[in-house]
């Protein structure tokens, strides 16, 4: 009997993705082998690894190796394992979707991108491995069989929209994928991939290091088929040995990505305990960095065997963009992510590979600039996340931190740099959090900081709100912000010359300090006059240790519940409004109309730094009587 073949159709994604591939974003569209060969060599792992932890496993890993094959009458390239194999329903899984977050946001950017470069960039972001085979093939034809199953499956598809499935049963353990080539057209960098000898320079090119034998067969009928790789683990061989070039290749291979990195780093361990280590830092921000789905983590082999992809215990959360290898010589094969979490090597090696990759980034930030502003603009609101649970290394992850500031309008400056520029006797570093730069530079609290010179940190990223106030300092400076509690920017000697004029001045606004408080007290904590203002009438400002008003909505949107925090009103007494409702109250305190203006006044305050009303009609039905009346 003929097996049934069911007719599929593609995700709606992956059907926009392979349309998008198979109509030529690549130059280089060799890359499609070093895809197929990656996913052989991850087939490869897998079924070692499953071998070694069910003993009673089905499956013959006596020649586990990976074999390329050419028919040039025929017009077929074929890449075959013998790994671990799919089921019916993971390579429906695998292949008739996308299993990624943010799959619809990284096809409208790809969509949106208007040339061919700006589209690479985005695939590189996504990585799309099986899909770069229909760049050079019109049929793709895979035939799968998972190890320690009876029954194989038959996928085929030309990328149209939907693929064909059918069971097979005398298939061989692993995969075997099929490629029925397009015709060459070397103007559009579309060779003949049935040539052995292009086979053999791809290989070379981009899998040399894949530590499975890569084979194909020999010149003339009986020659047997020969490995073309050279098969030596990157990290295990001396850094003299290796060129950047096969370390990018490499970095490709372990992060599916299409570019090259930023930066690659090695470390090795001897003593005690032995291991190496091979890490990458992208040189872009994959598109699901801030996912919570997201996988993350470095592979992890011991002995050279692949124990598993995403080794969350060896990374930080906060450096979860970092890709990359390790190598431990003494830890068990059949460790789980379980065991691993609670594993004291593993501990020991996760801090020394932080400390690596930190001082890497502080080293980038003199020795290369430009490079070093790449990492923070794509990873920056990352690391700082490790400010508030990483203690150990919170003063490396300050050094090498960024941040926007008055200082300059375009160029972020570090702190160490910050210090270097503060005025003679300031104490503290002056930071200011909210939804933009143009929010925070046109805040009224800006202004006598603007006035006497000094620097504010412009911090926007929703992270800074959390940090900030888990963070005493840095250098032995406080951080402080301008929005909240009382602001002294003047000297010993100015205090001591304006003392007497400063006692007169709170006297003559005592009471309508008080009288204000009592009027406001449904809304306001307190009334006091303002040293930070020199433009604006009023200003809000939080107490000490109170919430940012950006942070409680953050809690609040995330179902917390909170009690109502009340913020502080701060007045200019040089101002003609201020000065104009003090002497109003004066002549006449019965007058209601003067609480009008109160609330005018607090509510002008809160639309000046971007807060929301909590009656906007009546604020609008008080400031269209007060008008009205001018006219």
């Not at 005690?272 to 598109?287: K, R, V």
């Not at 070093?372 to 150990?392: I, P, S």
Request: charged share 30%; aromatic share 8%.
């Amino acid at each position: 009997m003929t097996a049934p073949i069911e007719t599929l159709e593609f995700q709606s994604e992956a059907r926009q993705l392979l349309q998008l591939m198979i109509h030529s974003i690549y130059s280089n569209k060799d890359t499609f082998l070093r895809e197929l060969v990656s996913n052989a060599s991850d087939a490869l792992d897998k079924l070692r690894l499953e071998s070694y932890r069910d003993k009673d496993l089905e499956a013959d890993t006596s020649d586990l190796h990976i074999a390329i094959e050419t028919d040039p009458e025929a017009r077929t390239l074929t890449v075959r394992d013998n790994g671990i194999g799919m089921t019916r329903e993971e390579v429906v899984a695998l292949i008739g979707t996308i299993a990624k977050s943010g799959t619809a946001d990284f096809l409208t950017k790809l969509k949106e991108a208007k040339d061919a470069a700006a589209s690479q960039d985005l695939i590189g972001q996504f990585g799309v491995g099986f899909y770069a085979s229909f760049m050079v093939a019109d049929k793709v034809t895979l035939v799968t069989r998972r190890a320690g199953t009876a029954e194989g499956v038959r996928w085929e598809s030309t990328g149209e929209g939907t693929y064909t499935i059918q069971p097979v049963e005398d298939a061989p353990q692993g995969t075997a994928v099929t490629l029925h080539l397009k015709p060459e057209d070397t103007e559009d960098h579309l060779y003949d991939y049935t040539s052995a000898a292009k086979i053999r320079e791809i290989v070379k090119k981009y899998s040399d290091f894949i530590t499975w034998p890569i084979r194909m067969a020999g010149e003339g009928e009986a020659a047997e088929a020969e490995t073309v790789n050279s098969m030596k683990a990157l990290w295990a061989r001396s850094s003299s040995e290796v060129t950047e070039d096969e370390y990018h290749e490499f970095y490709k291979h372990v992060s599916h990505d299409w570019q090259d990195p930023l930066e690659t780093i090695r470390l090795q361990a001897e003593g005690t305990f032995e291991y190496q280590a091979l890490l990458f830092l992208p040189s872009h921000a994959p598109m699901d960095l801030f996912l919570r789905e997201r996988k993350r983590g470095v592979q992890l082999y011991v002995k050279r065997v692949f124990i598993m992809d995403d080794c969350e215990s060896l990374v930080p959360e906060y450096l979860r963009f970092v890709k990359g290898v390790v190598d431990a010589q003494d830890l068990s094969l059949n460790v789980s992510r379980e065991i691993l979490q609670q594993d004291r090597q593993i501990q020991l090696i996760r801090r020394r590979l932080v400390k690596k990759v930190l001082s890497t980034v502080k080293t980038m930030m003199t020795a290369d600039a430009e490079k070093y502003a790449t990492f923070w603009r794509e990873f920056g609101r990352a690391v700082k996340e490790g400010l508030l649970d990483d203690f150990e290394n919170r003063e490396a992850i300050l050094e090498i931190s960024s941040f926007a500031s008055t200082h300059d309008a375009e160029k972020p400056t570090s702190l160490r740099d910050y210090v270097s520029r503060m005025k003679e006797g300031q104490e503290h570093i002056y930071f200011m959090t909210g939804e933009s730069r143009s929010a925070i530079e046109n805040s009224p609290h800006m202004e006598a900081f603007r006035a006497k010179g000094f620097e504010v940190l412009v911090l926007t990223d929703p992270i800074d709100e959390m940090w900030v106030d888990s963070v005493p300092g840095f250098d032995g400076k406080q951080f402080q912000s301008i929005a909240k509690g009382q602001v002294d920017l003047e000297s010993e000697e100015d205090k001591k010359a304006t003392e007497v004029a400063r006692e007169q001045q709170n006297k003559d606004f005592e009471s309508l300090l008080t009288w204000m408080g009592t009027a406001l007290g449904e809304t306001v904590k307190e009334v006091r006059l303002s040293s930070r203002l020199t433009t604006s009438p009023a200003c809000i400002v939080g107490d000490t240790h109170d919430l940012t008003p950006t942070l409680e909505k953050m809690y609040r949107a995330m179902g917390q519940e909170l009690p109502p925090i009340k913020r502080i009103l701060e007045l200019n007494p040089e101002h003609g409004l201020v000065t104009g409702l003090r002497e109003a109250h004066a002549s006449r305190p019965d007058d209601e109309g003067l609480a009008e203006t109160a609330e005018l006044l607090y509510g002008m305050a809160l639309l000046a730094e971007g807060g929301e009303l909590a009656d906007p009609s009546r604020f609008i039905k008080l400031l269209s009587g007060r008008l009205e009346k001018t006219l």
